[in-house]
């Protein structure tokens, strides 16, 4: 579950407000999706709730913790797929999963399972023995997803993580996601992909110059506009 409130933050001594006092509620269960045009906020939004970035103010709480007063109790529960898959180069696949594996403390046998399961379903397994540095975007992607399963986070995180990804391992991910909210746990990504959002997630957020300008399930979108259709028109108009 995640509690956001008040959250600020300015780049550039305050020239340019990134995030304008945000509050955003996402219940255990559901799949939250962040929508808004390039520069509205999401990644910086996505940075402060996983502690890669400090805010100027405000609070973010997930699984109940404070992400600024306890960290790890937030790390431990959570996964964060960036917008940019970075992944050690000189590595092989298998020795970066391995490595995430030991920093979650996920057991032996169930380490085994899980990697053998999911290089499956992403058809990465011939690929495990190679160096990261020869994967192609998607490939290193997949690698990250990957990486950030094996431990069953609580609440999942991901910054556009349908980029990339061929259509088959991108529904596999959406399939993924709806399983792992079905079974009680949160995900929270960000998406240009109104489609996908429309039909995949509980509820939308449309973040607008740092500011949320809309939130709530597609229906509870359609009576915050005048376009009663697709997303995407309420989007356009929304953010016009
Ligand atoms: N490191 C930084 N230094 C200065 N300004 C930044 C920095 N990172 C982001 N910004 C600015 O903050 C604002 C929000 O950027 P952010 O990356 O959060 O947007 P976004 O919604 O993720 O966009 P996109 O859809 O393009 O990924 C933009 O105006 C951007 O220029
Ligand atoms: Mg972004």
Redesign the pocket.
């Known amino acids: 579950m995640i509690e956001i409130q008040g959250l600020s933050k300015s780049?550039?001594k305050g020239a340019?407000k990134?995030v304008d006092d945000l509050d955003l509620h996402v219940k255990g269960g559901e799949i939250f999706g962040f929508l808004?045009?390039?520069?509205?906020?999401?990644?910086?939004?996505i940075k402060m709730m996983v502690g890669l970035l400090k805010p100027d103010g405000g609070t973010v709480r997930i699984n109940g913790f404070d992400i600024g007063k306890e960290p790890l109790r937030v790390k431990e529960s959570i996964s964060f797929v960036p917008?940019n898959p970075e992944v050690y180069e000189k590595l092989t696949g298998i020795e970066y999963l391995n490595f995430l594996g030991d920093v979650y403390g996920v057991p032996g046998p169930l380490r085994r399972e899980k990697i053998s399961y999911f290089l499956n379903l992403f058809e990465l397994t011939g690929a495990v023995n190679d160096l990261v540095q020869s994967y192609s975007h998607g490939m290193k992607q997949k690698l990250v997803l990957i990486g950030a399963l094996l431990h069953e986070p609580q609440v999942f995180i991901l910054d556009?993580p349908m980029v990339g990804l061929d259509p088959k391992s991108s529904n596999n991910l959406k399939k993924y996601m709806r399983e792992h909210c079905d079974s009680g746990k949160t995900v929270f990504f960000?998406t240009?992909v109104l489609e996908v959002a429309e039909r995949l997630c509980d509820r939308i957020g449309i973040i607008n110059q740092g500011r949320l300008i809309a939130c709530g399930t597609m229906e509870e979108l359609k009576t915050q506009s005048r376009s009663k259709e697709s997303l995407e028109n309420i989007f356009l108009e929304l953010t016009e």
């Open positions: 780049y550039n340019v990134a808004g045009p390039n520069g509205a906020g999401k990644t910086t939004t917008d556009e960000s240009h």
